[in-house]
């Protein structure tokens, strides 16, 4: 009798594993889709968005509902400047990826292009309360803050972005800006200072560093120095302008 209900129990789960497997499967795309799916990546990353949209755009037609699809089809859409469509297609990822904060991010993203801040906080809000330690997200949210001239929830973002990921540039510059913003010169000079000694060519920060050094401490050695390196890294605007109005000497 034991045996039996053993046997009976192991069927019962056998059973319920493959009606498991066969629902997963079923939500699962055909090897053709997969295809278009994987070559529409490929066609996006190597920058052909016009070659990526026409295949993801193929796919969603036959999985109108796959989130994975309809996320890459977004991005597509975003590079390309048709917001709107982007928009639909991460929200129909997000409905079927709710607990994804990368779906979130993405769309918040292409709400903050649009200007429409409020959407793009609620959608970075729900990325960080998904992920607390996914600094792109506070970087983003952030950028909303520092536009809608809230700079010290933008500077305690970019902190916090900072603390997870030290070496992530784009929230140092972000935070250098919003330290300038504030008056807090010396912070902004600490966060460039940071920046170049991560990436000596990054020519963003020289400019910005030579600026504070010219109009806000008036040391124009400093300031020239950093605009001749960026120059001769091929970023001259500020240096040829400083050279004629004799601000900077070769």
């Not at 803050?145 to 997870?164: T, V």
Request: proline letters at 2%.
């Amino acid at each position: 009798m034991k045996s039996k209900v053993l046997i009976l129990i192991s069927f019962l789960i056998l059973f319920l594993w493959t009606c498991n497997y066969q629902s997963i499967m079923a939500t699962q795309i055909s090897k053709a889709t997969n295809k278009k799916l994987q070559n529409g990546i490929a066609e996006y990353n190597d920058g052909n968005y016009e070659r990526a949209l026409h295949l993801l755009q193929s796919a969603v037609k036959e999985y109108p509902s796959n989130g994975i699809i309809h996320f890459n089809l977004g991005r597509v859409n975003n590079s390309l400047g048709h917001y709107d469509e982007a928009i639909s297609s991460y929200s129909v990822a997000v409905r079927s990826r709710p607990r994804s904060e990368a779906m979130y991010n993405h769309r918040g993203v292409v709400y903050k292009r649009i200007g429409k801040f409020a959407q793009a906080l609620d959608d970075y809000n729900r990325a960080i309360d998904i992920n607390p330690r996914y600094y792109e997200a506070l970087n983003n949210r952030g950028v909303v803050y520092k536009k809608l001239g809230k700079m010290e929830e933008a500077i305690a973002d970019y902190s916090q972005a900072l603390q997870i990921q030290p070496k992530f540039l784009i929230a140092l510059k972000n935070r250098s800006i919003a330290y300038q913003a504030e008056h807090q010169i010396f912070k902004a000079i600490a966060d460039l200072n940071r920046t170049i000694s991560i990436d000596p060519a990054d020519t963003f920060a020289l400019q910005n560093r030579g600026m504070i050094y010219i109009a806000k401490l008036h040391d124009k050695a400093r300031g020239c120095a950093d605009w001749k390196r960026s120059c001769e890294l091929g970023r001259c605007r500020n240096y040829h302008l400083a050279l004629k109005r004799n601000i900077c000497s070769q």
